[in-house]
Nanobody
């Protein structure tokens, strides 16, 4: 059974930084591109970025230059380093296989507010 567990969210002031973690189980982790997504209240889930099996990355324009994704295949972990956070980054953040339509975790809430 594929499972993703996100953690590390919280309340942070604008301009601050957070590091989110994603623990995966039930898959051959190193074989998959892993993505981060987020969902603003009342809106559809949106793509944030992904990391390939070769550790190349790609990001949505809204977070490019501020967010960094990394992975630790030995521990089935993916990380999202978020810097210079803005109020519009407030959302529930999820990780999953790139393009997945199921096996979503509970997400982790990030709130950027002064």
């Amino acid at each position: 059974q594929v499972q993703f567990v996100e953690s590390g969210g919280g309340l942070i002031q604008p301009g601050g930084s957070l590091r989110l973690s994603c623990a995966a189980s039930g898959i051959t982790f190193s074989a998959f591109y892993i993505a981060w997504y987020r969902q603003h209240t009342g809106k559809e889930r949106e793509f944030v970025g992904y990391i390939s099996t070769g550790r190349s990355t790609n990001y949505a324009d809204s977070v490019k230059g501020r967010f960094t994704i990394s992975r630790d295949d030995g521990n089935n972990m993916v990380y999202l380093e978020m810097n210079n956070l803005k109020p519009e980054d407030t959302a529930v953040y999820y990780c999953n296989k790139l393009g997945a339509s199921d096996s979503w975790g509970q997400g982790t809430q990030v709130t950027v507010s002064s």
